[in-house]
């Protein structure tokens, strides 16, 4: 089908919103509270519409396109609305952008400069909410959560872990961890989901903070070194110091669809660790030296053999490892049947 925005002509599928479509062509139109990830939700009405033959203004994220449909997307009416719930959305929280860990990556900051929203009208007494510096690889800052929602979807439907939700009333509404826990007690196993999903800098990676603004790091795409699911991560590196920042779930990954786990997302402090092996290490009378590769097989060789003639071949095993590639871990499983000569075989997966 063919829906009008803003007076061009633009094809469309059934399935599709409003918003969907629009987004796809360019046309940004403010939405806080929706995600591709977590659908419409229509809570903050920061993505209101004109639509030819309808009553009042539509929020476009929750509106499913018909055919030969009419939107404005930029009347002064339209802006007027749209202004005043992003203007409202930084009025209710503590949003000093220069020190801001999400400054220049911030939906609210883009909502605003796209309004032209450049201080905040309202005078609203919030609470004020201590820092919630509880956990790991999560930094909480309740002051400058918008109250979207995508992280209570993104927990409990996306990665299903069931620990965010929303409590309380009115301004004393907030996000709490299990019933009100600091996160670092609560049951949260720090994947992370709530923090790429979060539009503002209410919840960020700990360990990033002041360490590289969003501009300033060089976004890489690779696959995790983890396991085999072989999620596709975005690595921001500062390639000045040639280190990783942060690492974000690529969003159009088929594999992952933007979700990590705690290893992908935070385990990556063993990249730069100065203890890593990077030559073989022989223990002789109890103390490890290094080696040359040449050394290293052959002495695994010799004694592998040893073995085999000794006990049979079936007195040995091989563990593969999800680490690496398939084409490795056939190889592996061909060396073990071929050369060593045993059925032996197992992974890493089900140690
Ligand atoms: S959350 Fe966004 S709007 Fe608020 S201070 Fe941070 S960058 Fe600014
Ligand atoms: S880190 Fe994961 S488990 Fe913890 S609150 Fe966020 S989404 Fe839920
Ligand atoms: S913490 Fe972030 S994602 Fe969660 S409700 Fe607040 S603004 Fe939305």
């Known amino acids: 089908m063919k829906i009008m925005i803003n007076g061009k002509s633009y094809q469309a599928s059934p399935s599709e919103t409003v918003l969907q479509v629009a987004l796809r062509n360019g046309i940004y139109i403010p939405h806080l509270c929706y995600h591709q990830r977590t659908g419409p939700a229509a809570k903050c009405r920061a993505c209101v519409v004109q639509v030819e033959g309808m009553n009042g203004l539509q929020t476009s994220c929750n509106l499913s396109v018909r055919d030969n449909m009419k939107v404005i997307t930029d009347s002064p009416a339209v802006k007027a609305a749209q202004k005043m719930v992003v203007d409202l959305a930084l009025s209710t929280g ?87 826990l600091p996160m670092g007690t609560s049951s949260c196993v720090q994947c992370g989901e709530c923090v790429q ?15 590289g603004r969003p501009w300033n790091l060089e976004k890489i795409e690779t696959v995790c070194p983890y396991c085999g699911v072989g999620c596709k991560l975005e690595l921001h590196v500062d390639t000045l110091k040639n280190e990783i920042i942060r690492i974000k779930g690529v969003e159009d990954s088929p594999t992952n669809e933007g979700m990590l786990c705690v290893k992908g997302r935070y385990g990556f402090d063993f ?35 040893e073995i085999i003639e000794k006990h049979g071949s079936d007195s040995v095993a091989g563990l593969a490892s999800a680490k690496v ?22 992974h890493c997966a089900r140690l």
């Open 94 to 180: 503590k949003h000093d952008c220069l020190a801001c860990e999400q400054n220049g990556d911030c939906e609210l900051q883009d909502a605003a400069y796209y309004l032209g929203i450049e201080h905040p009208s309202y005078q609203v007494e919030i609470p004020d909410y201590p820092l919630d510096d509880s956990s790991e690889f999560i930094y909480v800052e309740r002051d400058k959560c918008i109250s979207c929602g995508r992280c209570v979807v993104g927990c409990n439907q996306n990665v299903v872990n069931e620990v965010i939700n929303f409590a309380y009333r009115g301004f004393e509404t907030k996000i709490v961890f299990d019933q009100d």
């Open 197 to 211: 999903l979060c539009p503002v800098g209410a919840l960020i990676d700990k360990r990033a903070r002041g360490k």
């Open 271 to 305: 990249v730069h660790s100065p203890e890593r092996l990077t030559k073989p290490m022989i223990k002789e009378n109890g103390q490890l030296r290094e080696a040359e590769w040449d050394e290293a097989i052959n002495l695994v060789a010799s004694r592998f053999n």
């Open 325 to 346: 590639t398939n084409e490795e871990n056939f190889v592996f499983q061909k060396f073990m049947r071929r050369e060593v000569g045993t059925n032996n075989v197992d």
